[in-house]
C-alpha cells in the first residue's frame, strides 16, 4: 500500500468515530441551541417535546418525539427544561431507569431551593444518573459561536461513568470540561452565573466611597472656600480640576492598597512565626481581589492621563497665560526663568510619564492571555518588583508635584492640607513597612516561615 492512501484511510471516518445519538428535552432556546451545536458536532439528536410538530426553528437534521419515544433512543438525556416542570419526569421513571440525565437549569436568586436543581431531579427519578452540566454556558453564546469567555463547562455528579460520557460530548462541541466532583457541588455550580461581578465588588464599591470622599474634600477647598474669602467663582473646577485632582489621587492610593494587603500578611506571619495558620476572612478576601484593585487604579489613571492632556485648550488656563504676559508687559518687566521650579516641573513630568508606563505594563501582564505565557517566577517579577518600582514612581511624581507648598500656609485651607498630601499617607506607610521588612533580621526569617519553617510548631513528630 502507498503512503498517499494510509494517509487517506487515517482521515476516513471510521464505523467507531459514529456518536451516539442524544436526547435534549425541551424545544426552547436552550435546547435547539445546544441541538444545533451537537449536531454539527456529528451527533444525532432526538428532541423530546410536548408537541411533536416541528418548525423551522428547531435543527432540520433533528427528530422530534413525545418524550417517552425520544428518551428510549438515547443513553444520554439533556433536561432543557425549568425546574418548574420537572414533576412531569415521575410518570417516565421506568423509561428513565438506568440512563444518564443531565440537569443543565439555573435558578432566578442565589439559593432559591433547599437542595439543587439537580439533585431535585435525582429525588425525582431515582434510578436515572444525574449529571450537572452547561448551566454557564448561554444559548445565545451557543447559538453565536461567542463562547470565548464562557468555554468552561463544570461538570458534577455521582456516577463517574455518566459523568465521562457528558465530558465527552462538552469537548466534541469545543468547551473545556471541568469536573467539580460529586453531585453535591452542584448547588455551588448553580450559583455561578448568578454572582455579579464578586471580585469586583469590594473595589468599585471602595472607588465609589473614595470618589465620594475626595469630590467634597475639593469642592470645599477649591470652589467654597475661594468663593467664601475672595468672592470668587471657580464653580467650573468641577468639571476637569477637580476630576483630574481625583483621579490621580485614587489611582495612587488604590494602587497603594494593592500592596497593603501583602505587606499586613508578612506582619502576621512574623508575629505568629507560622504561614500554616489562616488569615482573617477580611484580609484572604482582600488578597483575592488585588488585580481587580489594580486594574481599576490604572482606569483612574488612564483618566489622569487624559485630563492632563486638555489641560492647554482650557479657556481658564489659556486666560490665566495671556493676563500673567499683559501684566508683564504693562510693568515691562520681565519674569526670569526659575531654574528650580523647571527642574521640579520636568522631574515630576518624567516620574508621571515612567509611573504610567509601568502602570500599563503591569495591567498588560495581568491580561489571562499574557499571564498564562510568562512563568510564575516571570509573573511575581513583574507585579511585585515592577509593582512597587511603579509605586515607587507615582509616589515620587507627587510628592515632587507639591512637595515646594508641603509647609507653606496657604496650602492648608480650613485647616485643610491638599488632597494629594492625604493620597500620599497609605502610598507612604506601604513603602515605608516593605523597606523595613527587607532588613535581614526581617527578611531571613519571613523567607523561612513562607519555606515551612515553624517557630512553635504545632504538629511536633
Ligand atoms: P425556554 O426557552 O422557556 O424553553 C423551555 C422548554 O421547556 C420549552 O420550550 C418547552 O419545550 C419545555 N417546557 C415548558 N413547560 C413545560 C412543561 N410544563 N412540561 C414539560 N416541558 C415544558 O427555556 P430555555 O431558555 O431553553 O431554558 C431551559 C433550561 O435551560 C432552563 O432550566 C434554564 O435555566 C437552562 N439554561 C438556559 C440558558 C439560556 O441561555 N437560555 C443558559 C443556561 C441554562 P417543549 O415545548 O418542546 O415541550
Not at 367 to 380: A, G, I, K, M, T
Amino acid at each position: 500500500m502507498n503512503k498517499n492512501s494510509s494517509n487517506i484511510m487515517a482521515l476516513a471516518p471510521t464505523t467507531s468515530n459514529k456518536r451516539e445519538t442524544v436526547c435534549i428535552f425541551g424545544t426552547g432556546d436552550f435546547g435547539r441551541a445546544l441541538g444545533h451545536k451537537m449536531i454539527q458536532s456529528g451527533y444525532p439528536v432526538v428532541f423530546g417535546s410536548r408537541s411533536t410538530q416541528t418548525s423551522s426553528l428547531i435543527p432540520k437534521d433533528a427528530e422530534v418525539l413525545s418524550h417517552a419515544e425520544a428518551a428510549q433512543k438515547a443513553t444520554i438525556i439533556i433536561i432543557a427544561i425549568q425546574r418548574e416542570h420537572y414533576n412531569f419526569l415521575t410518570s417516565l421513571a421506568e423509561i428513565l431507569h438506568g440512563k444518564v440525565l443531565v440537569d443543565i437549569s439555573n435558578n432566578l436568586k442565589l439559593n432559591q431551593y433547599p437542595e439543587s436543581n439537580a439533585e431535585y431531579l435525582a429525588q425525582l427519578v431515582p434510578g436515572a444518573k444525574v449529571v450537572k452540566a452547561f448551566n454557564t454556558v448561554s444559548a445565545w453564546a451557543l447559538q453565536s459561536g461567542t463562547l470565548d469567555a464562557s468555554r468552561q463547562v463544570f461538570v458534577c455528579g455521582d456516577d463517574m461513568e455518566a459523568k465521562q460520557m457528558v465530558m465527552d460530548i462538552v469537548r466534541a462541541v469545543g468547551l473545556t470540561p471541568l469536573d467539580q466532583g460529586s453531585l453535591l457541588a452542584a448547588q455551588e455550580i448553580e450559583n455561578y452565573p448568578l454572582q455579579l461581578f464578586p471580585m469586583w465588588k469590594f473595589p468599585i464599591l471602595l472607588s465609589l466611597g473614595l470618589v465620594a470622599f475626595f469630590f467634597f474634600y475639593c469642592l470645599i477647598r477649591d470652589i467654597i472656600y475661594p468663593y467664601v474669602y475672595e468672592n470668587k467663582d471657580f464653580s467650573f473646577f468641577i468639571a476637569i480640576s477637580i476630576p483630574n485632582r481625583i483621579c490621580p489621587i485614587l489611582a495612587l492610593i488604590l494602587l497603594a492598597l494593592v500592596y497593603l494587603p501583602g505587606v499586613l500578611a508578612a506582619i502576621i506571619q512574623l508575629y505568629r512565626g507560622t504561614k500554616y495558620r489562616r488569615f482573617p476572612d477580611w484580609l484572604d478576601k482582600w488578597m483575592l481581589c488585588r488585580k481587580q484593585l489594580g486594574l481599576v487604579a490604572l482606569a483612574f489613571a488612564s483618566l489622569h492621563v487624559l485630563f492632563t492632556l486638555v489641560i492647554p485648550i482650557r479657556s481658564f488656563v489659556r486666560w490665566r497665560i495671556s493676563s500673567q504676559i499683559v501684566s508683564q508687559v504693562l510693568n515691562n518687566k520681565t519674569e526670569p526663568l526659575n531654574n528650580t521650579n523647571a527642574w521640579l516641573s520636568d522631574s515630576y513630568l518624567a516620574l508621571g510619564i515612567l509611573g504610567f508606563f509601568l502602570f500599563v505594563l503591569l495591567g498588560i501582564t495581568s491580561l489571562p492571555s499574557v499571564s498564562n505565557n510568562v512563568n510564575w517566577r516571570e509573573f511575581r517579577f513583574v507585579q511585585s518588583k515592577l509593582g512597587y518600582l511603579t509605586l515607587i514612581l507615582c509616589t515620587a511624581h507627587t510628592m515632587v508635584y507639591g512637595g515646594k507648598w508641603f509647609l507653606s500656609p496657604s496650602s492648608y485651607r480650613w485647616y485643610l492640607p491638599s488632597a494629594y498630601m492625604l493620597s500620599l499617607i497609605v502610598p507612604c506607610a506601604v513603602l515605608v513597612v516593605k523597606f523595613v521588612l527587607i532588613f535581614p533580621c526581617l527578611d531571613k526569617p519571613l523567607t523561612r516561615i513562607r519555606q515551612g519553617w515553624e517557630r512553635n510548631p504545632q504538629h511536633s513528630e
